[in-house]
């Protein structure tokens, strides 16, 4: 039996044989190219983030995650915990609200609506909203749903639709097109099996898809955690914690971040490289979360 050296030797040699020089080359080229591709694109991603822990990491400690906020920008220390909370609560209805419809969308696109008017409609509606920018959005709530209840329209859930219109066109194209990577034979031998195309799909299809969906729910909840313009007309201001995004106003990490990253004051622009901070620890350790079940999941339909 050969040795792992000497079989990667054989198939060097192989390679080197039948594959002309050209083609090697060419091979080795794009290979550099792949690797130096990703070096640039990560430098620039881990200097942001040292940058952001080396400003941020001083103002964080126990008091940041069960203090209010304080009111005065020359005011030191305070925490974070009502915008912390405030983003887990708004960016979660946010995910409830669009994520069931977003893959209910994804499987009439891909597996009924297929080519139909119908279909295209929801293709078209869909890529207009992923171009409309965030700030609209917010209008759109304002106007829609905050406008009308007046005072009480002040309130997380409104921040939770706005957020929620800017996560459902992610939704529903990147999980069509998980959906459209999932092989048809699986679904023919579903169907030889005698299953029915509704149980095929809750089956078959969408674990065979679940780990590129989930990829992209965490983009878009990522991107929605992290959006300030729709909640600035939304949500009102709130410096204590409520978890109740049905009834008073709120407050979240974006919003924390733009407030005090506007004044002159270094306590304020402290409390928003920490509010920075714990915003990219959260999106960081909910992606890792979301990995880790998908994963699992995945490895039980194997």
Known sequence: MLTPRREGDDVERLLSVTVSRGRRFRNRLAGIWMYASFVIVTVPLVIVIAYVVSKGIGVINGA???QKIFVLDTQKGGGMAPAIVGTLVITFWATMLSVPLGVLA???????GKRGRLARLIRFMSDVMT????????LFIFIVFTVPLGAKGLIGFGGSLALACLMLPIVIRSSEEM???VPDDLRQASYALGNRKWRTIMTVVLPAALGGMVSGIMLAVARAAGETAPLLFTIGAARRINWNVFEGPNTA???QIWNNSQSAFHPAQDRAWGAALTLV???FVLTLVARIISSRFSLKHD
Do not use: N
């Open 106 to 112: 994804a499987i009439y696109l891909h597996e009924y």
């Open 131 to 138: 171009g409309v920018p965030s700030i609209i959005m917010g």
């Open 281 to 283: 620890a959260i999106v």
């Open 253 to 255: 990490l974006p919003l």
């Open 64 to 66: 940041w995650f069960t």
């Open 179 to 181: 959906l459209r990577l």
